[in-house]
């Protein structure tokens, strides 16, 4: 709680999924500020027993402008990336993902799904974003995809 971080992607959105193992978990996305970098990073090296095995200090999984650094981390078949924001709030890459079925994050206090009835009937809007700011490129469709084939519509209109 007090580093302020947030759990998002795949594994936030595995709790707001209305059917049991709708979504299964495979890994774990948390975002974090600048600020706690350092402090969660030694917590899943020295205390959760991960090994860092990439450091990214370029955007190249995560198409955001406001992503600053990627750790990924793995013990065993677990596997942890570490976003790093320089925005005082860690929700501004999650505002920027490519869909609204992503758009979902727990911190230690709460879950928010910011579109939950349309999680509930596995809908999803492609980010505006995507289009406007021309940011469209493979990887992106591979994720909307990979929301297609778990059974989601996603639609470029609501």
């Not at 709030?89 to 758009?103: E, G, N």
């Not at 940011?135 to 209109?157: Q, S």
């Amino acid at each position: 709680q007090g580093c302020k971080t947030m759990i998002s992607r795949s594994s936030a959105l595995h709790l707001f999924q209305a059917k049991s193992g709708a979504v299964a978990v495979k890994d774990m996305d948390i975002y974090a500020t600048h600020e706690f970098e350092e402090e969660i990073l030694n917590h899943f090296k020295t205390q959760e027993g991960y090994k860092v095995t990439l450091i990214s200090h370029r955007k190249t999984e995560y198409d955001s402008s406001v992503v600053n650094k990627v750790y990924k981390m793995e013990k065993e078949t677990k596997k942890v990336d570490l976003i790093i924001t320089e925005w005082a709030s860690t929700i501004m890459p999650i505002l920027q993902y490519h869909s609204t079925a992503v758009m979902n994050y727990m911190t230690a206090c709460t879950f928010i799904s910011l579109y939950p009835k349309w999680i509930k009937d596995m809908k999803s809007l492609v980010n505006p974003r995507m289009y406007l700011q021309d940011t469209t490129n493979i990887r992106t469709v591979e994720a909307l995809m990979k929301y297609v084939g778990r059974g989601f519509n996603i639609t470029a209109e609501p």
